[in-house]
């Protein structure tokens, strides 16, 4: 088996490729080491081969790690990638760069209410349903426009673009990242600040490359750096 530091190099290496064939610049895309069910010692693993983008699932674990020793002196960017409910919005609020799981109006009260709490203003994107199945979290693309018009106006919040998941077939997959740039390009038009909405978090450990090819500009990728969970 390969360290994380080899699948790290391979990883950056392969979105270059990815960016060269599309004919994109690669800073224009930010790796996020997915470390959900791995330990605060992978992560740090990571961190020391100059990783600082990390994406957490479940709050009791990314809080679990936030107090590891091994972490908790480190300056890293966190993101919480999981569905976030209301309900556990405040324990994360203050302490991630950005939220990308969110697709309730609901939560994103409470999210500029704790970050208001906080006097803090939270970056976070609404996740989309593109594939539309019925075992995903998001937003159904139709009901996003009335649901981001919504969201425009809360105090302490930025909503920065979108997220997805795809579908395990890549062929599929590179349709739906599609419609998630056709779904931002959308909202962009009718955004009181239309720069603000720069973000499309989609591709995983299958799919980056084909994420790559319709403009992702983060992509979360656990498997191909810390192995199969
Ligand atoms: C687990 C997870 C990932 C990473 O998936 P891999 O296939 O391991 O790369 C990305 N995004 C979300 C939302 C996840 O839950």
Redesign the pocket.
Known sequence: MESIAENLAEVREQIASACRKAGRNPDEVRL?A?S?TKSAAAVREAWDAGQRAF?E?YVQEFLDKLEDPDLSELPIEWHF???LQSNKVRQVAGKVAMV??IDKVSTVEELSKRAGQHGIVMDYLLEVNTSRESSKYGLEPSTLMAAAELCFGLPNVRLRGL?T?ASPDPGLARREFAELRACLDKLRSNAPDPSLLSEL?MG???D?EEAVQEGATMI???????GW?
């Open positions: 996020i997915v959900k994406g699932s990638i999981g569905h990308h799981g997220m998941i978090s995983m450990s299958q980056f979360r990728i656990g498997t191909a750096i810390f969970r």
